[in-house]
């Protein structure tokens, strides 16, 4: 999403202040209640400045024709060892059986014991803290020709569907509506037991956005 310029005020505050407004709102608890990735973008002062908190990826094109991801691994840094489990079940075939769910509620479990904490990952929850552990990163203007900010459902299809980030950048809203509907149908009809693409569910949230 964009925010208006405000240069005094640094995009990790921005979203210390939404996930403290959110809490109080919702009447929110710790380790209850849902959490959310984030991916920010702010054009200010002819600085595009860039957030991202969890594993939605922002990509920025870059001058050369080329393109820099910048995303937040540290979910995937944890190694879980559930995590390769339920992976390497699912391209040998397995399906979403439930040996699979039983694996991703142990997984879950084990990522909440280390969600907002040092030694864990950070995600927006009910901890504004955990804004100012968010990976920033910060770009001339006049050297980015575009960006295109995604979560993880919508980026992980694109691989095996052969679609690449210029072009999706290059797309209008009937485009991105066209590229996620054919996302939906990879998923359900080429992917359906996530044997290809091994994934937690057969599908995710995919949301697309360009400024």
């Known amino acids: 999403m964009t925010q208006p310029c ?17 809490a109080d709102h919702l009447q929110l608890h710790s380790g209850i209640a849902p959490s959310s990735t984030v991916a920010l973008l702010r054009v200010c002062d002819n600085i595009a400045e860039i957030l991202t908190l ?12 080329g393109f820099d991801i910048v995303t937040d691994t540290r979910l995937d840094d944890l190694h879980l060892p559930e995590s390769t489990q339920y992976r390497n079940r699912l391209a040998s075939g397995s399906g979403y059986d439930e040996t699979h769910r039983g694996l991703l509620r142990v997984l879950q479990r084990k990522q909440r014991e280390r969600r907002n904490h040092a030694d864990g990952y950070w995600i927006a929850e009910t901890d504004p803290d955990a804004a100012y552990h968010a990976v920033t990163a910060r770009y001339p203007v006049e050297s980015v020709p575009w960006v295109v900010l995604a979560t993880d459902g919508a980026a992980s299809p694109l691989a095996p569907m052969e679609t690449s980030w210029p072009d999706i950048a290059k ?25 290809i693409q091994p ?12 400024p």
């Open 6 to 22: 405000q240069p005094l005020t640094d995009l990790r505050g921005i979203l210390a202040e939404a996930i403290a407004a959110t």
């Open 171 to 195: 797309m209008d809203a009937a485009g991105l509506r066209q590229l996620l509907e054919r996302g939906r149908h990879w998923e359900a009809n080429h992917d359906p037991d996530g044997q």
């Open 199 to 210: 994934r937690s569910k057969r599908h995710d949230d995919m949301t697309i956005a360009l």
């Open 54 to 65: 969890g594993d939605s990826p922002v990509i920025v094109g870059r001058a050369d024709n």
